[in-house]
Nanobody, 125 residues
Framework: QVQLVESGGGLVQPGGSLRLSCAAGGFTTDSYAVAWFQQAPGREREGVSCITNSGLTTDYLDSGRGRFTISKDNAKNSVYLEMKNLGPEDTAVYYC??????????????????WGQGTQVTVSS
């Protein structure tokens, strides 16, 4: 049974940083790709970044390029999203997702079957 559990969200001031974690269960991160999504209030869930089983990364979110970095630790079966220089526009629920494929399925929500419960990130002074 696939499980994805996000953690690391919280309240951060503008300009601050956060590291989100996604702990995978029911599969190993060296077998399948994992993606991060964000869903801001009133907006569609959209892809942020994805990392393949072999560690290749793809960035989907234009506003995150240069600020958000996806990585993983196969020994911990976890995928991370390092976010820096955060602004109010980054306020959202962040989800990790997988489709149990070794390549990234894409940037759209409907391309992924397995989701975590999400972790809230709020950027505010």
């Amino acid at each position: 049974q696939v499980q994805l559990v996000e953690s690391g969200g919280g309240l951060v001031q503008p300009g601050g940083s956060l590291r989100l974690s996604c702990a995978a269960g029911g599969f190993t991160t060296d077998s399948y790709a994992v993606a991060w999504f964000q869903q801001a209030p009133g907006r569609e869930r959209e892809g942020v970044s994805c990392i393949t089983n072999s560690g290749l990364t793809t960035d989907y979110l234009d506003s995150g390029r240069g600020r958000f970095t996806i990585s993983k630790d196969n020994a911990k079966n976890s995928v991370y999203l390092e976010m820096k220089n955060l602004g109010p526009e980054d306020t959202a629920v962040y989800y990790c997702a997988s489709d149990r494929l070794f390549l990234c399925s894409g940037r759209f929500r409907e391309e992924y079957d397995y989701w975590g419960q999400g972790t809230q990130v709020t950027v505010s002074s």
